[in-house]
């Protein structure tokens, strides 16, 4: 018998530790931080008081609030794409549908329906599940591209409804649904600040539901399937189901970030309901990083940020410059910026340890 395998020793193996709360999200507390912070040091760098940001006074910090709240939508948005693209490998082109659907069912019951914000929630959770079910109805029968495309017809069907004259009353058609009455509490010119904390509270928790369903038994059978649904299948998974799971935690989210685009917008355009809002999801996570999660949240920051400061600074050269910015992207950061840095950070690490064992 070897010291290994005698009773009462230990193996020879090394013990695989795990990290800490801390270690595993030091840096997404301290973001954390520095957003709940960073309106209170905008007024105060532009000699405003602290009373002056709790009371929505206006200014650079109520400025950058919106400007703030645009990205967390953005993140959540995506986030719930990155979940059915970069975890579950379903490409999607109709995907926008999903947050229009909860933009349009928001403004349509709070405007035209009288309905109290309460119920309206969870009217668009509703909305957001039986969207995902629409779309489980075509997951049994195509996959691959033809599912994607399958998705795209979906979401085009529901374009020129919203676009129809017959539902203008409801939808504004061309011209957007406007005169949305806010919640009071929620009211983005009287109530900017406590917006603004709701949605980053909102953005935080569901990344952190995303962050532990994805390390979870049902995640990581989604993550089989990305990689080869036909070995996740011979093992004895219903693929279908986890597919249909990903897809309505993936409706309910962008449905909730479509609500609050509602409240947050004077006007919910069409624009929402097209392909190229889709686009701007996909375009973002590659961004960020295809399945990270974490590059979801940093994409939509880089994204939207690039997007107003490009166009703020060099008018209409903006588009020609965003272009190369993201062809440039793609080039050095193939796997987005986090998933590049992962990638890389390993590889150092690997060869700190390797130059620190010849010393």
């Known amino acids: 018998m070897t010291a290994s395998t005698r009773p009462g020793t230990r193996s020879a193996r090394p013990q695989v530790t795990r990290p800490s709360w801390w270690r595993a999200y030091w840096a997404m507390l301290l973001l954390l931080l520095a957003l709940i912070a960073l309106p209170f040091v905008l007024g105060l760098l532009e000699g405003a008081t602290v009373g002056d940001v709790l009371a929505n006074e206006a ?41 229009a659907v909860g933009a349009y069912t928001t403004g349509i019951l709070l405007k035209s329906a009288g309905w109290p914000f309460g119920v309206t929630v969870v009217a668009v959770i ?20 033809t599912f994607a495309l399958v998705t795209l017809g979906l979401a085009s ?9 017959e539902f203008a009353d ?39 539901f995303y962050r532990r369903f994805v390390n979870s038994p049902p995640g990581r059978v989604c993550i089989a399937i990305r990689e080869n649904e036909d070995r ?81 600074w060099f008018g209409e050269n903006a588009a020609f410059l965003l272009g190369a910015i993201y062809v440039a992207l793609v080039i050095f950061v193939p796997y987005g910026i986090v998933g590049t840095w992962q990638r890389r950070s390993v590889a150092w690490r690997r060869a700190w340890r390797a130059r620190s064992g010849k010393q």
């Open 59 to 99: 200014g650079r910090s109520k400025f950058m609030q919106g400007l703030l709240i645009e990205v967390f939508l953005l993140g959540l948005y995506a986030l719930s794409y990155d979940l059915i693209l970069g975890v579950t490998g379903l490409l999607s082109f109709g995907h926008a549908m999903f947050f």
């Open 126 to 145: 509703v909305a957001g599940v039986l969207q995902a079910l629409l779309f489980g109805v075509v997951l049994l029968r195509v996959s691959g591209i």
């Open 157 to 165: 069907v529901f374009e020129i409804l919203i676009k129809s004259r």
């Open 170 to 208: 409801f939808t504004g058609a061309d011209v957007g649904l406007q005169g949305i009455p806010k919640p009071d509490f929620l009211n983005p010119s009287a109530e900017r600040l406590r917006l603004y904390f709701i949605i980053l509270a909102v953005t935080v928790l569901v990344y952190l």
């Open 232 to 312: 996740a299948r011979m093992l004895g998974y219903n693929t279908f189901r986890f597919k249909l799971l990903a897809l309505i935690i993936a409706g309910i989210t962008a449905a909730v970030a479509g609500m609050f685009y509602a409240i947050y917008n004077p006007i919910v355009s069409p624009e929402v309901t097209g392909l190229g809002y889709t686009v701007d999801a996909l375009l973002i996570i590659l961004i960020g990083g295809m399945g990270t999660l974490s590059g979801a949240l940093i994409g939509a920051g880089v994204f939207r940020l690039l997007d107003f400061y490009l166009l703020k």
